[in-house]
């Protein structure tokens, strides 16, 4: 086995694209003109499929693997069909959380230069008086989270009468972090007609149930049946002791010299503390997780991607869905729980096609969870020795709980 650190230096390759142009898919000019000048070269397959049928109006549930280009394959057409006219919003794009809500302004505020649509991200942490005075002053095209959409509907802030396009972006990860009466709440309030697009890494039957009780025959995309996870990224599973799993990240560190990493870990408290411990040896360390102030966030997330903080340590809830280029490493501290997780996960890194490679920490009760994985991926994780680190306390031979961890079916 090449050790990751033997791997050719990082070339960006260029993203996974499709054979055809944004021309043939039935876009305006200016539309074509704002995606050459970003770098846009031709859509990306998820993109292909979903612009033409958005344009004809259809409702669409798509999935396909992270950093393939959902966000605009929503956002073109969506922008593609606003009208000039009205004043209250025509779209609304719920997403689960703070971080992915700015990320999709921001990508929606690119793409709309030039065309006079006003976005805003609405989402819990901002003081919600900001939030106010700039729905009165209105907005074309909202973007939240489903708690803070809900609580401004409520408060009568937000008129749904105008709202056509609706998206549910990241939709398994709201349903997973608990948003699903505020999600039927909202497309309850939503006029027909109206056109309803879910865009998700993962389908499961609870998001399926959803999309039968709220869309309108919904072609269904599936763009990523067998490969779950990312080619471009090479990933490692490592057998360690539970007390061993600090010198190892510390090891790893030092000798994979990653360009930017996100390191997971199960629990806030968990996260705090490897953040403190790591800082204590080295600059650049950031840390985030849900119970943070939002302009703490924001910062942290602003210091990534300038890349100033090099080491993120991140839970779950935030680490999903970030597109920052740099990250060239993950590392899994803590397995994740849900196997799904994983994927997204691993996702960070090999954004668009440039190499990453990913290390999961499995202590060696941890079989089990890692089998998980290796059955949702359809693919064994390779085994990783590091070089002069012992990882874990070698046992009798025949006491199978304490040797390298096996995998059961592969
Ligand atoms: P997903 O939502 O599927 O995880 P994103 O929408 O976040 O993916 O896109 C991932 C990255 O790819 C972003 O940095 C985005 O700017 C870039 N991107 C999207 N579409 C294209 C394209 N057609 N050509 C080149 N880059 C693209
Ligand atoms: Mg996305």
Redesign the pocket.
């Known amino acids: 086995m090449n050790p990751p650190s033997d791997t050719p230096p990082d070339q960006p390759r260029?993203?996974v694209?499709s054979d055809v142009s944004?021309e043939s898919l039935g876009l305006s000019r200016t539309m074509t003109a704002v995606?050459k000048r970003?770098?846009?070269?031709?859509?990306?397959p998820?993109?292909k499929d979903v612009i033409p049928l958005a344009l004809e109006g259809h409702d669409i549930v798509g999935q396909?693997?992270?950093?393939?280009?959902?966000?605009?394959?929503f956002a073109i057409p969506i922008l593609e069909m606003l009208e000039r006219s009205a004043d209250l919003p025509q779209a609304l794009i719920l997403a689960p959380t703070r971080e992915l809500v700015q990320?999709i302004v921001v990508?929606t505020e690119k793409l709309a230069i030039g065309q006079n649509v006003k976005i805003r991200g609405l989402y819990g942490g901002e003081p919600i008086v900001r939030q106010l005075r700039s729905l009165e002053r209105g907005v074309d095209v909202v973007v939240g989270t489903p708690g803070r959409v809900m609580d401004l509907l409520e408060r009568r802030a937000l008129d749904f009468s105008d709202v056509y396009h609706v998206v549910l972006?990241?939709a398994d990860r709201m349903l997973d972090i608990g948003f699903r009466d505020d999600i039927e709440r909202i497309l309850r309030r939503v006029p027909e007609p109206h056109q309803t697009m879910l865009?998700s890494?993962t389908l499961s039957e609870e998001i399926l149930f959803l999309s039968r009780k709220y869309m309108h025959h919904p072609i269904e995309l599936n763009l990523s049946q067998d490969e779950l996870s990312v080619e471009s990224i090479k990933q490692y599973y490592i057998t360690v002791d539970h007390d061993r799993k600090i010198e190892l990240l510390m090891h790893l560190l030092e000798k994979e010299q990653p360009r930017q990493c996100i390191i997971f870990t199960r629990t806030k408290r968990g996260a705090e503390k490897l953040g403190q411990r790591i800082s204590r040896k080295l600059s650049g360390v950031g840390l985030m997780h849900g119970d943070m102030a939002q302009p703490a966030r924001n910062r942290v997330m602003q210091g990534f991607r300038e890349g100033k903080v090099k080491i993120l340590v991140a839970t779950d809830v935030v680490g999903r869905?970030i597109?920052v280029?740099g990250i060239s490493h993950v590392f899994n501290y803590d397995i994740p729980e849900d196997p799904e997780n994983y994927v997204h996960r691993i996702?960070r890194t090999g954004?668009?096609g440039r190499d990453g490679v990913t290390f999961l920490f499995v202590c060696p009760d941890e079989g089990d969870p890692l089998t998980n994985i290796e059955m949702l991926t359809g693919k064994p994780i390779e085994s990783y020795k590091p070089e002069g680190f012992q990882a874990y306390q070698k046992r009798s031979p025949d006491n199978r709980e304490y040797q390298e961890v096996y995998r059961i079916g592969f």
Not at 38 to 44: C, D, H, I, L, S
Not at 64 to 73: R, V
């Open positions: 260029g993203p694209l944004f995606l970003r770098g846009y070269t031709a859509p990306t998820i993109q396909a693997k992270t950093g393939s280009g959902k966000t605009a394959s990320q990508e972006d990241e865009l890494a869905g597109d280029e996702g954004r668009m």
